[in-house]
Each structure stands twice: as structure tokens, then as C-alpha cells.
């Protein structure tokens, strides 16, 4: 009982690592809020960041390097790195001028496509475990913000299976190739190295969930794609990501 109650809480810290990568993922950051999570102990508490591994922990000090350096800047100084975080953000997740896409399908399509095969493969396994995102339009079913914050639900929920399945399946297939072409084009250190985190925190996640026995659950991607038309009443379960 008590490994099992052990495991349950490595999980939940797990889904909470995830939770927090995928919201700085989400919107813009500034450096008021950046230093005052340093200050909280990010990205140092993160489970999902083994100090064993010397890479990981390169990773994670590049971060703390980056985010505690943010607590020294002067006001205008402070004012320009906002303007420099707020245009890379936009170039990664809005206007895609980066060239490295949030979206699972523009990785692995084979005409780098958005909402083609991939995306409505990511939807199908959502709609194994009755969930839907609040609006495919605003931002498709494989952003990787609603990617992690799924991988992370199925933690929480106790789906170990559901989670390890989502990372190999799909996660796991084209982050790291986003996350090495952020890191390689990214103007500012911030989002290269969220961006690398944010993968190596998903393949350990994956062999913690290994290492505890936990088979993977696969989801056949839809033998029709639902048609984009509608795709929120007809694909969709009861909750919302």
C-alpha cells in the first residue's frame, strides 16, 4: 500500500512539472514573473529534472543561471529583455517566423501540414479517455501546450498506461526535434532552454513510468479524420483540456 500511495504522489509531482512547463509555454512571460518563479524554486524543484543525469543538470542551471541574472536588471534593462522575450515568443508560437512549430503535425506530416493526420490522431486518443480541447481553432488538438497538459491529466487521473502511450505515441516522436530547432534559433536563452527542458522532462517522465512496470496504452489514429467542419461536436468527450 504504501508503494502504491509512493507512486501516486511521484506522479502527481510529475503531472505538476508538466502543468508548469506547458503554462510557460502558453503565454507571454515577463521578467518580473520569470524571477519570482526562480525565487519559488523553479526550475530547481522539478521532479522531472534528475540532478543524476549531467546533462539534465546542465539544462537546469542554465535556466536558474538565466532566470536569477533577471533579478539584477536595471528598469530599462528589464523593459528591453520583456520586448525580446514577447517577439521570440510570438516567433515560436504565433507567427512561426522561428520555423520550429508547437504543432505535432507540421513535424511529422509529410508535407509539414497543419491539421492533417497527426493532429486528428492526437484527437482520437483524447477521445479514447472522453477529452476534448476547449477550441481545436484557437489552438489545434496538437499544440504542444494541450499535449502536455494531457500527458499530464492521465497522470492525475492515475492513466499511467494513457500517459506513457501519449508520450511514446506521440510527444516523444517530434519534441525533441522542436526543441533542438528552438534551441538552435531562438534569440534569447530563455526559450532555448525551456524548450530543451521541456523534452528532457518528457523522455524522463516516460522512464519513470517504465521503470514502474507501466504498459503503454496505444490509440489507432481514426480510419477518416473527422472533418475540421464541426470537429468540436463530433470528435469530442466530456471534459476539456
Same mark, same amino acid.
Given at each position: 500500500?504504501?508503494a502504491?500511495?509512493?507512486?501516486?504522489?511521484l506522479?502527481?509531482?510529475a503531472a505538476?512539472?508538466?502543468?508548469?512547463?506547458?503554462?510557460?509555454?502558453?503565454?507571454?512571460?515577463n521578467?518580473?514573473?520569470?524571477?519570482?518563479?526562480?525565487?519559488?524554486?523553479?526550475p530547481?524543484g522539478? @521532479?522531472?529534472?534528475p &540532478? *543524476?543525469? $549531467?546533462?539534465v543538470?546542465? +539544462?537546469?542551471?542554465?535556466?536558474? =543561471? #538565466?532566470?536569477?541574472?533577471?533579478?539584477? @536588471?536595471?528598469?530599462? &534593462? *528589464?523593459? $528591453?529583455?520583456?520586448?525580446? +522575450?514577447?517577439?521570440?515568443?510570438? =516567433? #515560436?508560437?504565433?507567427?512561426?517566423?522561428?520555423?520550429?512549430?508547437?504543432?505535432?503535425?507540421?513535424?511529422?506530416?509529410?508535407?509539414?501540414?497543419?491539421?492533417?493526420?497527426?493532429?486528428?490522431?492526437v484527437?482520437?486518443?483524447y477521445?479514447?479517455?472522453?477529452?476534448?480541447?476547449?477550441?481545436?481553432?484557437?489552438?489545434?488538438?496538437?499544440?504542444?501546450?494541450?499535449e502536455l497538459?494531457?500527458?499530464?491529466?492521465?497522470?492525475?487521473?492515475?492513466?499511467?498506461g494513457?500517459?506513457?502511450?501519449?508520450?511514446?505515441?506521440?510527444?516523444?516522436?517530434w519534441?525533441?526535434?522542436?526543441?533542438?530547432?528552438?534551441?538552435?534559433?531562438?534569440?534569447?536563452?530563455?526559450?532555448?532552454?525551456?524548450?530543451?527542458?521541456?523534452a528532457?522532462?518528457?523522455?524522463?517522465?516516460?522512464?519513470?513510468?517504465?521503470?514502474?512496470?507501466?504498459?503503454?496504452?496505444?490509440?489507432?489514429?481514426?480510419?477518416?479524420?473527422?472533418?475540421?467542419?464541426?470537429?468540436?461536436?463530433?470528435?469530442?468527450?466530456?471534459?476539456?483540456?
Amino acid at each position: 500500500m504504501q508503494a502504491l500511495e509512493h507512486e501516486n504522489t511521484l506522479f502527481a509531482y510529475a503531472a505538476e512539472d508538466l502543468l508548469a512547463l506547458a503554462k510557460l509555454h502558453s503565454a507571454e512571460v515577463n521578467v518580473p514573473t520569470l524571477h519570482a518563479m526562480y525565487q519559488a524554486g523553479f526550475p530547481q524543484g522539478l @521532479l522531472l529534472l534528475p &540532478e *543524476q543525469d $549531467a546533462q539534465v543538470q546542465a +539544462l537546469t542551471q542554465r535556466m536558474s =543561471a #538565466i532566470l536569477q541574472e533577471m533579478g539584477t @536588471l536595471t528598469p530599462q &534593462e *528589464q523593459t $528591453a529583455l520583456n520586448d525580446d +522575450l514577447a517577439v521570440d515568443f510570438a =516567433a #515560436i508560437y504565433l507567427n512561426h517566423t522561428l520555423r520550429a512549430s508547437p504543432l505535432e503535425s507540421v513535424w511529422l506530416d509529410e508535407e509539414q501540414l497543419v491539421l492533417q493526420g497527426p493532429t486528428f490522431a492526437v484527437r482520437e486518443f483524447y477521445k479514447k479517455f472522453h477529452m476534448q480541447v476547449a477550441n481545436w481553432r484557437l489552438r489545434p488538438d496538437d499544440h504542444l501546450v494541450n499535449e502536455l497538459e494531457f500527458v499530464a491529466l492521465m497522470l492525475h487521473r492515475q492513466e499511467y498506461g494513457a500517459a506513457l502511450g501519449f508520450l511514446q505515441q506521440h510527444l516523444l516522436q517530434w519534441l525533441p526535434l522542436f526543441a533542438e530547432r528552438v534551441s538552435q534559433r531562438s534569440e534569447s536563452a530563455f526559450y532555448a532552454t525551456l524548450a530543451q527542458m521541456t523534452a528532457a522532462a518528457c523522455a524522463y517522465c516516460a522512464q519513470l513510468l517504465l521503470e514502474k512496470g507501466v504498459q503503454a496504452v496505444t490509440v489507432a489514429p481514426p480510419a477518416a479524420p473527422c472533418g475540421q467542419q464541426g470537429a468540436a461536436e463530433t470528435c469530442g468527450g466530456a471534459g476539456q483540456l
